[in-house]
């Protein structure tokens, strides 16, 4: 029971908010994200997200500290998506870092598959296929006035001349429009590995089934061509 | 006992002296530690390197030359003019360097923005990184300031979890590769920082008249904070020294203003998908400061994120009436066109949101020639189809 | 009569104290400091008022400095510092040296009084700017301000209209490596404070705090009494930064009771600077090799039950040379050392006999 008469999810089942939370603290950088608080209030002033959301370092690292378990399942479905993980935050005297708390929040509520982190990284997910798949983003074909109709004229005027002022750039590594720079393949294999041997592609399933799929085709053939089988990878982050 | 003056010393006659042994461990005791158990391979800065001051008076070393340029995403893909420049002041001042394909980013993108990686995979992509740079035969340096302050985290988690070592050495076997680690993580403005005074002998245009404003990215000097520059000559060594010290060596003024510490509001997922924050943010805490309190010329910055935000967070706000316009570059595009650059073949100026044009009349370019040479070139490369604009056409 | 003197290391509160105390017993001893004047760190420092008194701390120094030069049981060495010993009490040889030579006395025990140093504003976490702006300024520089008489704002001279405090300042922090409160701080910007209201009725004067440390009577004698009957403005919350705009400085905080971050013009910032253990201290631990306890001053064995006694047979300590300490603590101190460093001095000379 929460010691709030107006706490929210009241109606989810105790256990599991425990269960997450442990996971939090289970985490190989909790001890040295995570002591004690005394509220000095040195991380809402420098941070920029308290200044534009209705959120606070300092609530963070007092309910972790406090191991309020209800409050914590509160902030991890609303503010945790919220951070600007800047970690202006790291003034902290106490040593706390409420930006790497957050940090592994997230990932806790990822590998759940959460519907508050479903919803918060719904925009975001083409992104995260584009950084798996290549092993970089922002690609220069992603400037177009659509996606980014606020950022001024420059941009469509890049998205116009894209082509040739993508190849009137110097460095032999940067004449691609798909990517920021040409990945090798070997690279790219290279990082499929790692994804597959820490876990990180399963971790995407709990977030975005489709984005996950494609993903998995994309790395298992790539894989295939070089004489490996994806299956062959196993997660060696579990024990 | 008799009291000379009740009137506290002005600031000017306060010196900081450090005294005692930094509250921090020192990392490389650490990495070499591990390495003497046969746990790492750590690469040395290679010679010739400068040593520079850090936080708490430790030194670092930053090398010249032999250096494995580990790109930045977003400058590559949407600010081309800041890598271009990092090259080019490399090339200008004869310094070796490689540009290597087999590079992956850091992917913070998948880390900071969305938490949907883990220690160990980040661990994984940066060891993948410097093992490659050292079988290249090159020593690390880091263009995105996301990244550096990344790999520093990385570094930390590295030395002190024995288990996040193993996983790792796992899958580095697997992968073929060495666990390398470097001696130290560098950021390629430290490396403008130690040759500064080379880009100011070579500099050509005069930027006595030009008045900055520096912007330091809370990822370099903020995740751990000891390992950033610190010069007792600048800010009493209270304040990094990055960039200023750079700015000031070109001649420029760098002027102060009140929002110096604060982010500038990137947010990492944010800048993409929720970009009322940071446009938000970098107008009212940054841009609106800077112009009231010290109406720059320009701002300098030295991280993709940072001139990203800070760029393109203008022209919605201007639609809006805000007190916005201020041209956003970085310290190498700063250094490159102080030595004579091309604006747009080199520092690729055309790709920034703000109005460069003012800014390079009062540095003395004549933009409108210097368009017409860029478009020269372009409508050759138009006419073919499979031609780029190489090192040569870019110096013509 | 007895023949070997105490060695008093230090003529501050403490050491004064131990020195009096001594002589009362009827034993000798020598006192010894470092500077060219007795009374340590209110002295040197120019504390105006005495916390939670307000008594003038000059005049309270002289009192007690004016007891111990008119003693002819106390051996007043100024100038002087501690070498090297050799030997074990109550058979111990110490290397006095001054400007004009040195000097080996034999001495029964030691009472170490060396005090503490205040903590330098350039070594914090936070962004202060120290070295920067003319108007953030430390508790010591404010001290001697209000002991002149006045309090003005140092870059322009003028009247300040916006004061603050910032508590904590080199203190319970883990990053710069002082875990520890240092105890007076809060009473004495409380204190200040005060003194600033009283001489600037038009003034604002904030206090922004983590926690108010206002031990014992100081609850109602400073801290009510700066409330509600000076309207000092006491905030929850710590500032991170202070930066400049145009000729003012500007503090940024949370107010963490109203939940949201705050920035504030101030005319001058006033930091309140904790304590940390002196060179002297760290000095005589090596000398006469007196174990630290874990903050580096110097460890007393038995915890609350004994203040005074080190891990070395015969050597005791006084003040802040064990750990934050207020004047109280440093009076107490002293006269508790005084009076177990004749208890060993006698106790030796009873079991010669």
């Known amino acids: 029971m929460s010691i709030y008469k107006d706490a929210k999810y009241q109606d989810v089942p105790y256990e599991k908010k425990q269960k997450l939370f442990q996971e939090v603290k289970e985490d190989m950088r909790w001890e040295s994200v995570m002591y004690g608080c005394y509220e000095c209030g040195i991380c809402v002033a420098a941070c920029p997200s308290a200044r534009f959301y209705d959120f606070s370092p300092r609530v963070f690292a007092q309910v972790m500290g406090r191991e309020d378990i209800d409050t914590f399942y509160e902030l991890l479905n609303d503010s945790v998506w919220d951070c600007s993980q800047c970690f202006s935050c790291t003034r902290c005297p106490r040593q706390n870092n409420p930006g790497a708390i957050i940090t592994i929040m997230r990932e806790v509520a990822v590998n759940h598959g959460l519907s508050s982190a479903k919803k918060a990284l719904q925009a975001y997910s083409r992104i995260i296929y584009k950084i798996m798949s290549t092993g970089t983003q922002v690609a220069p074909d992603m400037l177009q006035p659509d996606f980014f109709p606020d950022w001024g004229p420059d941009v469509k005027d890049v998205s116009e001349n894209l082509d040739v002022w993508r190849r009137a750039v110097p460095p032999e590594t940067m004449h691609t429009t798909e990517l920021a720079w040409d990945v090798s393949e070997k690279t790219r294999l290279e990082l499929y590995m790692i994804w597959k041997l820490t876990g990180n592609l399963e971790m995407i399933e709990n977030i975005d089934e489709g984005i996950f799929m494609i993903l998995e085709e994309v790395m298992e053939e790539l894989l295939e061509e070089h004489g490996y089988d994806i299956d062959d990878f196993e997660n060696v982050l579990e024990d | 006992m008799s009291v000379t003056t009740t009137t506290p010393p002005k600031a000017s006659m306060r010196e900081f002296i450090r005294k005692g042994k930094p509250p921090t461990e020192d990392y490389r005791e650490l990495l070499f530690e591990l390495e003497a158990k046969g746990e790492l391979e750590v690469q040395r800065v290679p010679e010739p390197y400068v040593e520079v001051e850090t936080k708490y008076g430790r030194k670092k070393k930053i090398p010249l030359e032999q250096t494995w340029h580990h790109k930045s995403c977003g400058q590559c893909g949407h600010i081309p003019g800041y890598s271009t420049a990092i090259f080019w002041l490399n090339r200008k001042l004869g310094y070796e360097y490689h540009d290597p394909r087999d590079q992956t980013s850091c992917t913070a993108w998948n880390y900071y923005a969305s938490s949907t990686s883990n220690s160990g995979a980040q661990a994984a992509v940066a060891v993948r990184n410097f093992a490659q740079a050292k079988l290249d035969g090159f020593f690390p340096m880091i263009h995105c300031g996301t990244s550096y302050g990344h790999y520093k985290e990385v570094r930390e988690e590295i030395l002190h979890h024995s288990k996040l070592r193993d996983q790792v050495r796992k899958i580095m076997d697997r992968l073929k590769m060495p666990f390398v680690f470097p001696e130290e993580i560098v950021h390629y403005s430290e490396w403008v920082h130690v040759v500064r005074q080379e880009i100011a002998e070579k500099q050509v245009l005069d930027f006595s008249g030009i008045t900055a404003t520096v912007h330091p990215a809370c990822h370099y000097h903020k995740l751990v904070v000891e390992d950033a520059i610190y010069d007792r000559e600048l800010y009493d060594g209270q304040r990094t020294a990055i960039v200023t010290a750079l700015v000031e060596a070109l001649d420029a003024k760098a002027a102060d203003y009140s929002t110096w510490h604060d982010c500038c509001g990137f947010g990492f997922r944010h800048i993409l998908v929720s970009r009322d924050f940071s446009r938000s943010f970098a107008t009212v805490r940054k841009i609106e400061r800077m112009k009231e309190e010290a109406d720059p010329d320009v701002t300098i910055t030295h991280d993709t994120g940072c001139v990203t935000t800070l760029d393109k967070s203008q022209f919605a706000a201007q639609a809006h009436g805000r007190n916005v316009g201020i041209p956003v570059m970085s310290d190498a595009q700063f250094a490159a066109l102080a030595m004579g650059a091309h604006p747009y073949k080199v520092c690729q100026l055309h790709w920034h949101g703000v109005d460069m044009k003012p800014l390079m009349e009062k540095m003395g370019i004549d933009h409108e020639k210097a368009w017409q040479e860029f478009e020269e070139v372009a409508s050759r490369l138009k006419d073919n189809g499979t031609e780029f604009m190489t090192w040569e056409d870019a110096d013509a | ?353």
């Open chain 3, 1 to 353: 009569m007895p023949n070997l003197p105490v060695l008093v290391i230090g003529g501050g509160p403490a050491g004064l104290e131990a020195a009096k105390g001594i002589a009362d017993l009827g034993y000798n001893s020598i006192l010894v400091d470092k500077a060219d004047f007795l009374g340590g760190n209110p002295i040197f420092a120019d504390y105006a008022a005495i916390t939670p008194d307000m008594r003038s701390a000059e005049e309270a120094m002289d009192e007690m400095i004016a007891k111990v030069m008119v003693n002819p049981l106390v051996d007043i060495r100024l100038n002087t510092t501690v070498a090297a010993s050799e030997g074990d009490a109550p058979n111990l040889n110490v290397k006095l040296v001054n400007g004009k030579g040195e000097e080996t006395v034999g001495v029964g025990s030691v009472v170490v009084a060396t005090g503490f140093q205040h903590f330098d504003p350039g070594k914090e976490t936070q962004m202060y700017g120290y070295y920067e702006f003319d108007d953030v300024i430390t508790l010591v520089d404010a001290e001697r301000m209000l002991k002149g008489g006045n309090f003005i704002q140092p870059s322009t001279g003028e009247k300040p209209k916006q004061v603050c405090f910032i508590q904590c300042v080199g203190s319970r922090d883990r990053q710069i490596g002082n875990f520890w409160c240092s105890k007076v701080c809060c009473g004495i910007a409380t204190k200040e404070a005060i003194e600033i209201r009283h001489l600037l009725p038009d003034c604002r004067v904030f206090v922004f705090y983590i926690d108010m440390r206002m031990y014992g009577f100081w609850e109602d004698e400073l801290y009510w009494k700066a409330q509600e009957e000076y309207k000092v403005n006491f905030i929850r919350g710590i500032v991170t930064e202070i930066t400049k705009r145009g000729d003012t400085v500007v503090v940024k905080g949370e107010d963490t009771t109203m939940g949201r971050p705050m920035e504030v013009p101030m005319d001058v910032v006033i930091l309140s600077i904790g304590m940390e253990p002196s060179e002297g201290t760290k000095e005589m631990a090596k000398i006469f090799h007196i174990p630290l306890e874990s903050h580096g001053f110097i460890e007393t064995i038995g915890g609350a039950l004994n203040t005074v006694e080190t891990k070395v047979s015969g050597i005791f300590a006084a003040g802040a040379t064990t750990g934050p300490a207020d004047l109280e603590d440093s009076i107490s101190t002293g006269g508790s050392a005084a009076m177990k460093a004749c208890a060993f001095i006698r106790k030796a000379e009873l079991q010669t006999v």
